[in-house]
């Protein structure tokens, strides 16, 4: 029996970090020591408080039930409160926070609600693959937003094709970003919302990132500027921020328009965050400042080892302020991504990601995630050494 993919599954692009993993499979069965720089996911465990919120709720038959649709009121009244110390937003629990299975899941449905096919998506390049993958599935097309470097990583509104603008519907924004560690300063939000204002986009923007940060740089919401919370919203996750990618929880907030729109999408789709998983989050952002406190330091240590190694093998590279990934341009001579990582791979036993995966303005980089110790680092960057 033959069954056809669907043409909106065939139009998906291909994921090359499956190439990666499987490289990575066969050389770790042949016994080589790797490295792992290639995947985003914290190598420290889960904080223990947050671990034992979730035995304990887990032991609350209360707690067995469906989930309500727009999540759990405690949680939401905790993002609340969050929302307001960490960024000065005020937020009503009831229609502008809805907790997620994860922020990708939020970010990859949320097209589901607002686009129609032969609608566009504005979507930064490189990015995250989720705003590609989701518009795509929804029917409508990616429109690509070069970030390089000379532009500091910020897509240059002003190239955006008229043509484009006239069907987009979506703009996704992600600062601290991921791939390129840039952030943003509070004019490009204020920049982006009055763009938002005048052509009718939706803004998404992606706050994975917002509590990473290094060097007293503390991240800002794009709902705190002007226009920020009539036109967007703002997808965080606690997988980056407390270790918990595995959990699978995370938030949007703002506009109650667009949270009301994704809440149908979900309700008709999945049944909410497992309630002591939701009560989990609460503990989550109750400690999340002491966690990071400690976490960014570690961190930072990490980039530090990083970058300053490869700066002494001649591999110039900026120190980023926020993430935990470096982004870094490859060393001269080299100029596919795809290769350079593969030898690198070959040689040097370790894993980085070829820019290009994420995205064709990715070419010409390679990202590091900084989720080893760093022991681990200073023996990547030695190895380094002898191969670039
Ligand atoms: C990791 C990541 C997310 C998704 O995290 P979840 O685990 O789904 O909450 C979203 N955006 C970016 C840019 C990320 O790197």
């Not at 889960?46 to 887990?58: F, G, H, N, W």
């Not at 038959?61 to 009244?77: A, V």
């Not at 190239?159 to 952030?183: D, G, M």
Request: proline share 6%; glycine share 8%; hydrophobic share 40%.
């Amino acid at each position: 029996m033959e069954f056809k993919l669907s043409d909106r599954l065939n139009l998906l692009p291909p994921y090359l970090f499956v190439e990666i993993d499987k490289a990575k499979r066969i050389a770790t069965a042949e016994g080589h020591d790797i490295i792992d720089l290639g995947i985003g996911d914290p190598d420290e465990p889960t904080p223990r408080e947050i671990v034992d919120s979730l035995y304990k709720a887990a032991q609350d038959s209360k707690n067995h039930h469906y989930p309500l649709d727009q999540g759990s009121s405690i949680f939401r009244e905790r993002i609340a409160g969050w929302y307001r110390e960490r960024f000065g937003v005020i937020l009503d629990p009831e229609k502008e926070i809805l907790p997620l299975i994860g922020s990708k899941e939020g970010i990859s449905h949320l097209p589901l609600a607002f686009i129609n096919p032969g609608d566009v998506s504005l979507v930064p390049d490189p990015c995250y693959p989720p705003y590609k993958g989701g518009t795509i599935l929804a029917g409508g097309t990616p429109y690509l937003m070069p970030l390089i470097e000379e532009n500091n990583f910020l897509p240059d509104l002003k190239r955006i094709e008229k043509q484009a603008l006239k069907k987009a519907k979506i703009i996704y924004i992600n600062y601290p970003n991921n791939p390129t560690a840039s952030v943003c300063e509070k004019g490009f939000f204020e920049d982006v919302a009055i763009f938002a204002k005048k052509y009718n986009l939706i803004v998404a923007s992606d706050a994975a990132y917002s509590e990473v940060s290094f060097d007293n740089y503390r991240p800002a919401s794009f709902l705190k500027v002007e226009g920020g919370k009539e036109m967007g919203a703002e997808f965080h996750s606690l997988s980056k921020t407390c270790n918990m990618t595995g959990w699978r929880v995370g938030f949007a907030c703002g506009n109650e328009k667009i949270i009301a729109g994704l809440a149908k999408v979900k309700s008709n789709i999945d049944s909410g965050v497992f309630n002591a998983v939701q009560m989990a989050g609460v503990t989550a952002l109750d400690i999340a400042d002491k966690h990071l406190g400690r976490m960014n330091k570690v961190y930072q240590e990490r980039r530090d080892a990083l970058v300053d190694g490869l700066n002494k093998l001649g591999w110039v590279i900026t120190k980023p302020k926020a993430t935990f990934y470096v982004w870094a341009r490859l060393p001269k001579k080299h100029k596919s991504s795809i290769d350079f990582a593969g030898m690198v791979l070959d040689k040097a036993d370790i894993i980085i990601t070829p820019g290009v995966g994420f995205g064709e303005s990715g070419e010409g980089y390679v990202r590091f995630a900084l989720t080893v110790s760093k022991e681990r680092i200073i023996e990547a960057v030695n190895r380094l050494k002898k191969v670039i």
